[in-house]
Every structure is written in structure tokens, then in C-alpha cells.
């Protein structure tokens, strides 16, 4: 996973997870990575399938259609350290976040992403790693390891 420290924000807040998905995805946009249409498909799979991925993390991508939207193949990363739901309204189960991951991945590469970060969270001790890491550096050298 390529990723530069401007990619990542340590110790942010959001009161729901409409506000993260938009944040991490403005991340995706200021990089360069995606169009600013590409926030609006992130929050439209939201409202289709849930991006919660259990662990504490949640992956937040475009729909199908937002393809054409995507320049490079990006990821941002948000620490929220007081967590955010990503639970439906009405469900019973809160679904808290620590980590968020925005995702857009050119001709397919988004598969690759997601494998990769699905099989570093797997370890729930890799999730706090990154929940309780002090520097975009540190987040870095985690999500290096192949």
C-alpha cells in the first residue's frame, strides 16, 4: 500500500459516520486520487451495503458507477479515537469505528486494497496498533508490512 502522510489524520472526531466517509474522502480528493463526485458514490454504497468490516474498521468506497470518477488508485486513513457508529438507524448492534479506510482503486486495484487491509485487521491487535498510533510515520510503517 502506498501511502503518504497526507493521507492519513490522527486523532479525529466525528459525531456519525456521514461525516467520516465525507472526510475520508476528501482526503482521497485532495491527493489526487479521485473527483469530488466520488464522495457523493461513497456515501451512496453506504446507503446500499454497509462499509462496517467488523474489527473496529470500516472501508468506505465508491460505487460501480463511480469508476469513471477515479484518477489513481488512493487510500486515506482516519484515526477517530473516541470511535464512530457505522450502525443503520434502528439497528441494535453498534458497529464502532476506530479506523476508517477510503478506498479507490483504478481497473480493479480497490480488490487488492481491500484484501490487504481485510487481512491486517483480521488481527484485531493490528487494529489497536493503529487506533493507539502517535504518528502518520507509525500508521505508515504498519500498513507497510507485506
Not at 81 to 107: C, M, N, R, T, Y
Request: with cysteine.
Amino acid at each position: 500500500m502506498l501511502l503518504k502522510k497526507t493521507d492519513i489524520r490522527l486523532g479525529q472526531e466525528f459525531s456519525n459516520k456521514e461525516e467520516a466517509i465525507k472526510a475520508a474522502g476528501k482526503l482521497l480528493v485532495e491527493a489526487g486520487y479521485v473527483e469530488p463526485e466520488y464522495v457523493d458514490a461513497m456515501l451512496e454504497r453506504e446507503e446500499i451495503v454497509s462499509t462496517y468490516m467488523g474489527n473496529f474498521i470500516a472501508i468506505p468506497h465508491g460505487t460501480d458507477d463511480a469508476k469513471k470518477s477515479i484518477k489513481n488508485t488512493g487510500i486515506s486513513v482516519l484515526q477517530i479515537p473516541a470511535g464512530v457508529s457505522f450502525a443503520k438507524e434502528g439497528e441494535e448492534e453498534d458497529k464502532l469505528v476506530f479506523i476508517v479506510f477510503g478506498i479507490a482503486g483504478k481497473d480493479g486495484e480497490h480488490l487488492d486494497l481491500l484484501s490487504k487491509i481485510a487481512i491486517f485487521c483480521s488481527e484485531q491487535e493490528n487494529v489497536v496498533k493503529l487506533h493507539q498510533a502517535k504518528s502518520e510515520e507509525e500508521i505508515i510503517n504498519l500498513l507497510s508490512v507485506e
